[in-house]
């Protein structure tokens, strides 16, 4: 298993590129199940859950190429209709691999994901949304088995929760089922609406994209094409806080700050200089006094709660007392005993961490639970005095390309150690 060793008190400065968004890349991966011609997808980004997602989608039969952050699938039917749990058990998002197999091929056998650090997360809205379309489901042995006569059926679908991935199982399956679907409820998150423009590049019918009513008519094939994914806005924000805390100066290239305005706002709020153009982002922290600000995460466009172990730790490094909400999982701040590790101060209140001023932060080996609970700790470490030890970072890998490289790039000093050496 791999560590970082990071030395801290750096300040960072410079620019950055960021990557594709995995939360974009990784349904845009599966929905390419549903069409039987070559389909390309540039800027996607190497990460572990993107070639786990590729590990399935071979596992069905497709052919894949993918180097140089461009994934062709290449034309062809799959052979095999299941997600099995060796791959599944690494990545909550396989469950995507559902909608589609079900809606081309009328059946699909897809490992249960696990529970994970951040929530027990279960799949009962992806399941009834399925039903309510006319498909068959047991879950059985650890197993979703599904099939359908024929096709899927249009159907009305009110979601009792907003879920990203269940919006996105639900548009997938409904772009080839019978008849309209609508979709009341529905995530808006950037990630949903690149998933929608992808499936409409290949020919779906979708209207209402990026609003909490999705009306799809379904269609009797998607053909080929070429899609660009959306830049990582979670990196991004990533990259923004940790610019902040460290008190230095970062320009994002190639991000789409439209999708970060909850971020954005916050980060002003915690005194920092954040200007923006069309495709890049930078935030000025340079002589400039960090204040602790009170966020609530909620689906989009409210604040994310992919950001909010980052913004934990901007609030125990900055001025002041804040308070931090986590309304989406109920078991998301695994980063604050860490935390506590290093020096913080926060009391947990129920599903609130209050944060309070604690003067300094101190290097200390800890260990990462989950993949933002991760970014917390490595931007904690570039804080603190001395060293760092930041375990476990798989977590890391799934969701950071190359963070090292880019943290280096602006100033860090961290180092991927593996257990062997
Ligand atoms: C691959 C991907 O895109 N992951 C993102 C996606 O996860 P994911 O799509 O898994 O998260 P959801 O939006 O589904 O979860 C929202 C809430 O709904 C609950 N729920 C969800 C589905 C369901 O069938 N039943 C149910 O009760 C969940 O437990 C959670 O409390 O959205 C989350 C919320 O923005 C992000 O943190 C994840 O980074
Ligand atoms: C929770 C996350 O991802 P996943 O849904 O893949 O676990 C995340 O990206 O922060």
């Avoid at 549903?34 to 800027?43: A, C, D, F």
């Avoid at 190429?65 to 998002?93: C, I, W």
């Avoid at 548009?171 to 995530?187: D, H, K, R, S, Y």
Wanted: proline share 3%; with cysteine.
């Amino acid at each position: 298993m791999d560590k970082f060793v990071i030395q801290g008190q750096c300040q960072l400065n410079g620019n950055v590129t960021i990557s594709g968004a995995k939360n974009a890349a990784l349904p845009i991966v599966f929905a390419t199940l549903l069409s039987e011609k070559t389909v390309t997808i540039t800027n996607v980004p190497h990460l572990k859950d993107i070639c786990t997602s590729c590990e399935i989608l071979k596992v069905t039969g497709r052919t894949l190429h993918y180097a140089d952050n461009q994934l062709t699938v290449e034309a062809g039917q799959a052979s095999a209709f299941e997600a099995p749990y060796d791959l599944v058990k690494t990545m909550r998002a396989s469950i995507l691999a559902l909608g589609p197999l079900l809606a081309r091929y009328s059946q699909a056998r897809v490992s249960l994901p696990g529970g994970c650090a951040i929530g027990a997360r279960p799949v009962d809205l992806h399941i009834h949304g399925l039903q309510q379309m006319g498909a068959e489901i047991k879950v059985e042995d650890g197993y979703i088995n599904a099939h359908v006569n024929g096709r899927l059926k249009g159907a009305h679908i009110l979601m009792d929760i907003v879920s990203v991935t269940g919006t996105e199982n639900l548009m997938m399956a409904a772009v080839l089922a019978e008849g309209q679907t609508v979709i009341e409820n529905a995530a808006r998150e950037p990630e949903v609406v690149d998933l929608a423009n992808f499936l409409i590049t290949l020919g779906a019918q979708i209207q209402g994209v990026g609003t909490d009513t999705l009306i799809i008519s379904g269609v009797d094939e998607l053909h080929g094409g070429q899609y660009q994914v959306l830049p990582d806005r979670i990196e991004t924000g990533t990259f923004l806080v940790a610019a902040a805390v460290t008190g230095g100066y970062v320009r994002c290239l190639g991000a789409d700050p439209s999708c970060l305005e909850a971020v954005i706002l916050k980060l002003r709020e915690a005194g920092a200089q954040v200007t923006t153009g069309d495709d890049w982002v930078e935030l000025d922290m340079r002589g400039r006094k960090l204040k602790a600000v009170n966020i609530k995460t909620a689906p989009h466009p409210a604040f994310p709660t992919d950001m909010q172990a980052q913004f934990t730790l901007l609030n125990v490094v900055g001025q002041g007392c804040g308070r931090v909400t986590e309304t989406i999982f109920e078991n998301r701040f695994m980063h604050v005993p860490e935390l506590i590790r290093m020096g913080a101060e926060i009391t947990l209140e129920g599903n609130t961490a209050i944060c309070h001023p604690c003067g300094r932060l101190t290097g200390a080996a800890v260990m990462a639970t989950d993949l933002r609970a991760s970014a917390s700790l490595v931007i904690a470490g570039l804080v603190a005095e001395h060293e760092t030890i930041v375990e476990r970072i798989y977590h890391i890998d799934r969701g950071y390309e190359q963070i090292e490289r880019k943290l280096r790039a602006l100033g860090a000093t961290i180092e991927r150690v593996s257990e062997s050496s």
